[in-house]
C-alpha cells in the first residue's frame, strides 16, 4: 500500500530533522521525504496537520507475560497496548515461565509475535538457565532463535565467578550483555528506597548502596573481559557518576532509566500507595535530579517504560506484600515529552532517548526514517491531553502511579511495516 503522509511536522533524530516534511511509503519502506517519488500515487492519505512525525518509539524494556504469566497480560493486550502508545518494536525480559532459556521458547513467542503483526518483538535470553544463576544458557542457540542479548532480568546473580564466565563468553562472541545492578544482600526483603518515607512508614529498605555495589562489580568485570554491557534501570546519582566515569575510561557502556524515575520520588509512596510499589524503588529527589542530569549529558542513553504489568488482587495488598510493578508502555511518550518540556530540551533530542539510542543498544538498524527504512512510524498529537485512568488503558494491567494524571500528547496513528496497525 502507498500512504502519503502530509502537513506533519517530521522529527527524525537521527538524520537531525526537524521540519514540515511529508512521508511517502511505497511498499512498507520509506519512499521519499519532501517530494514525491516519480509515479507516485497514494491509496491512503494520512492528513497530519497540527500533528509530529516520528519514528515508531523503541522500548528496551516491556514484560508481555507470555509465557506463564497470562492472568497478569496477554501477548495480544500488551502489543494493543504497545501501538496505542506509538511503540513499534520492544525488547522482551526473560523472566517469563519458564524462562526464555531454551530456543523453542523464544521462537514460539517470536511466532506469536509476528502472527499478531502488530509490534516487532526482540527476545532477551537468560543468562543462565532458570535465570538460577548457576548454569550459563547456550547463548549461540538463544542468539540463532532470536535473541539479541542476554541478561538475568530482575534474578540475582550471586555468583560472581560465573558472571564473570559469561561475560568472557558473551564477550568471545560479540553478545550484548544486560544487567540491573542490585546486591542481594543488601536488598533483602526490601520494599522502598532507604530514606525518610520508608523510616516513616516501616517500610523493609533497599539503600542505594546495593546498587552501586553491584554496579562497581560489574563494571570492573567488564573492564577485565571487555564485553559490551548495558546497565537497566539506573535508579541513583550515585550510580549515574559511576557510570559517567565509566563512559569516560572508554568503557563499551550503555544504561537506561526507567521512565517512572525521571518523574517521581519516593515522597510519591504516600500513605502505602501500591501502585508506587516499583523495581527499582523510587528514590529520592535528589537522585531524581541526578537522573535527569545524567540524562541531558548522555550518561543515560535511553528511557524505557520498565512495562510490568500486574492483576489487581496482587496489587491489593498491603506495600510490602504487593506484587512490584505497573503498566507504563502507553505512557512512556507523553512522560518523555513532559520531561522534554520541563527540562527545556528539544523533542529532537528527548526523542532519540526513545528512538535510535535504543536501536543501536539493541543492534538493530531502525530508529529512523531514512529513504529505504522499514516504514514503522507515530504521529502523534502533542496538544492533545487525556486523563489516565483504568478505562483509557489498553495493557490488562490498569495499576501506574499516574493513574488520575492529566498528560499531554496522544498517539493518533502507529505504522508497522508501512501498515496502519493504530488509529486513534
Given at each position: 500500500?502507498?500512504?502519503?503522509?502530509?502537513?506533519?511536522?517530521?522529527?527524525?533524530?537521527?538524520?537531525?530533522?526537524?521540519?514540515?516534511?511529508?512521508?511517502?511509503?511505497?511498499?512498507?519502506?520509506?519512499?521519499?521525504?519532501?517530494?514525491?517519488?516519480?509515479?507516485?500515487?497514494?491509496?491512503?492519505?494520512?492528513?497530519?496537520?497540527?500533528?509530529?512525525?516520528?519514528?515508531?518509539?523503541?522500548?528496551?524494556?516491556?514484560?508481555?507475560?507470555?509465557?506463564?504469566?497470562?492472568?497478569?497480560?496477554?501477548?495480544?493486550?500488551?502489543?494493543?497496548?504497545?501501538?496505542?502508545?506509538?511503540?513499534?518494536?520492544?525488547?522482551?525480559?526473560?523472566?517469563?515461565?519458564?524462562?526464555?532459556?531454551?530456543?523453542?521458547?523464544?521462537?514460539?513467542?517470536?511466532?506469536?509475535?509476528?502472527?499478531?503483526?502488530?509490534?516487532?518483538?526482540?527476545?532477551?535470553?537468560?543468562?543462565?538457565?532458570?535465570?538460577?544463576?548457576?548454569?550459563?544458557?547456550?547463548?549461540?542457540?538463544?542468539?540463532?532463535?532470536?535473541?539479541?542479548?542476554?541478561?538475568?532480568?530482575?534474578?540475582?546473580?550471586?555468583?560472581?565467578?560465573?558472571?564473570?564466565?559469561?561475560?568472557?563468553?558473551?564477550?568471545?562472541?560479540?553478545?550484548?550483555?544486560?544487567?540491573?545492578?542490585?546486591?542481594?544482600?543488601?536488598?533483602?526483603?526490601?520494599?522502598?528506597?532507604?530514606?525518610?518515607?520508608?523510616?516513616?512508614?516501616?517500610?523493609?529498605?533497599?539503600?542505594?548502596?546495593?546498587?552501586?555495589?553491584?554496579?562497581?562489580?560489574?563494571?570492573?568485570?567488564?573492564?577485565?573481559?571487555?564485553?559490551?554491557?548495558?546497565?537497566?534501570?539506573?535508579?541513583?546519582?550515585?550510580?549515574?557518576?559511576?557510570?559517567?566515569?565509566?563512559?569516560?575510561?572508554?568503557?563499551?557502556?550503555?544504561?537506561?532509566?526507567?521512565?517512572?524515575?525521571?518523574?517521581?520520588?519516593?515522597?510519591?509512596?504516600?500513605?502505602?500507595?501500591?501502585?508506587?510499589?516499583?523495581?527499582?524503588?523510587?528514590?529520592?529527589?535528589?537522585?531524581?535530579?541526578?537522573?535527569?542530569?545524567?540524562?541531558?549529558?548522555?550518561?543515560?542513553?535511553?528511557?524505557?517504560?520498565?512495562?510490568?504489568?500486574?492483576?489487581?488482587?496482587?496489587?491489593?495488598?498491603?506495600?510490602?506484600?504487593?506484587?512490584?510493578?505497573?503498566?507504563g508502555i502507553e505512557l512512556l511518550l507523553p512522560l518523555v515529552l513532559k520531561w522534554a518540556e520541563q527540562a527545556?530540551?528539544?523533542?529532537?533530542?528527548?526523542?532519540?532517548?526513545?528512538?535510535?539510542?535504543?536501536?543501536?543498544?539493541?543492534?538493530?538498524?531502525?530508529?529512523?526514517?531514512?529513504?529505504?527504512?522499514?516504514?514503522?512510524?507515530?504521529?502523534?498529537?502533542?496538544?492533545?491531553?487525556?486523563?489516565?485512568?483504568?478505562?483509557?488503558?489498553?495493557?490488562?494491567?490498569?495499576?501506574?502511579?499516574?493513574?488520575?494524571?492529566?498528560?499531554?500528547?496522544?498517539?493518533?496513528?502507529?505504522?508497522?511495516?508501512?501498515?496502519?496497525?493504530?488509529?486513534?
Amino acid at each position: 500500500m502507498n500512504i502519503h503522509i502530509k502537513n506533519g511536522r517530521l522529527i527524525d533524530p537521527k538524520n537531525k530533522i526537524d521540519a514540515l516534511q511529508d512521508v511517502f511509503i511505497v511498499a512498507r519502506k520509506i519512499a521519499a521525504i519532501g517530494i514525491a517519488p516519480s509515479s507516485f500515487v497514494a491509496d491512503k492519505i494520512i492528513d497530519a496537520s497540527g500533528l509530529i512525525v516520528m519514528p515508531g518509539l523503541i522500548d528496551l524494556a516491556a514484560r508481555l507475560r507470555e509465557p506463564g504469566y497470562e492472568y497478569m497480560a496477554t501477548l495480544e493486550s500488551e502489543m494493543q497496548a504497545a501501538v496505542a502508545g506509538g511503540v513499534t518494536s520492544l525488547a522482551c525480559p526473560p523472566d517469563t515461565d519458564p524462562p526464555l532459556d531454551e530456543p523453542g521458547l523464544v521462537e514460539m513467542l517470536k511466532h506469536r509475535a509476528r502472527s499478531l503483526n502488530q509490534c516487532r518483538v526482540f527476545p532477551i535470553g537468560a543468562l543462565t538457565y532458570g535465570l538460577k544463576g548457576a548454569e550459563l544458557t547456550e547463548m549461540i542457540e538463544l542468539t540463532d532463535a532470536g535473541c539479541k542479548a542476554f541478561s538475568q532480568a530482575d534474578a540475582p546473580l550471586i555468583d560472581t565467578r560465573v558472571l564473570m564466565r559469561a561475560m568472557q563468553y558473551a564477550a568471545t562472541f560479540g553478545y550484548r550483555v544486560w544487567l540491573r545492578p542490585q546486591d542481594s544482600f543488601l536488598a533483602k526483603n526490601g520494599v522502598a528506597h532507604d530514606g525518610e518515607i520508608a523510616t516513616r512508614l516501616g517500610l523493609p529498605s533497599i539503600p542505594v548502596v546495593a546498587e552501586t555495589t553491584a554496579l562497581a562489580t560489574i563494571l570492573q568485570l567488564a573492564r577485565t573481559t571487555g564485553v559490551t554491557l548495558h546497565i537497566c534501570h539506573i535508579s541513583s546519582a550515585a550510580s549515574v557518576e559511576m557510570l559517567r566515569t565509566a563512559k569516560r575510561e572508554g568503557l563499551p557502556v550503555t544504561c537506561d532509566v526507567d521512565i517512572n524515575h525521571l518523574h517521581l520520588t519516593e515522597m510519591d509512596i504516600g500513605y502505602f500507595d501500591a501502585n508506587c510499589h516499583l523495581v527499582p524503588p523510587l528514590r529520592s529527589l535528589r537522585d531524581k535530579d541526578g537522573l535527569r542530569a545524567g540524562l541531558l549529558d548522555g550518561t543515560i542513553d535511553a528511557v524505557c517504560s520498565n512495562h510490568s504489568p500486574v492483576d489487581d488482587d496482587a496489587k491489593q495488598l498491603p506495600f510490602a506484600e504487593a506484587e512490584a510493578g505497573a503498566t507504563g508502555i502507553e505512557l512512556l511518550l507523553p512522560l518523555v515529552l513532559k520531561w522534554a518540556e520541563q527540562a527545556k530540551v528539544p523533542l529532537l533530542d528527548a526523542l532519540s532517548r526513545v528512538t535510535i539510542h535504543p536501536a543501536q543498544i539493541l543492534g538493530q538498524k531502525m530508529g529512523h526514517l531514512t529513504v529505504g527504512a522499514h516504514a514503522d512510524l507515530c504521529v502523534f498529537d502533542p496538544k492533545a491531553s487525556w486523563k489516565v485512568a483504568p478505562s483509557a488503558l489498553k495493557s490488562q494491567g490498569k495499576n501506574t502511579p499516574f493513574n488520575g494524571y492529566e498528560m499531554q500528547g496522544r498517539v493518533r496513528y502507529t505504522l508497522l511495516d508501512g501498515q496502519v496497525v493504530y488509529q486513534g
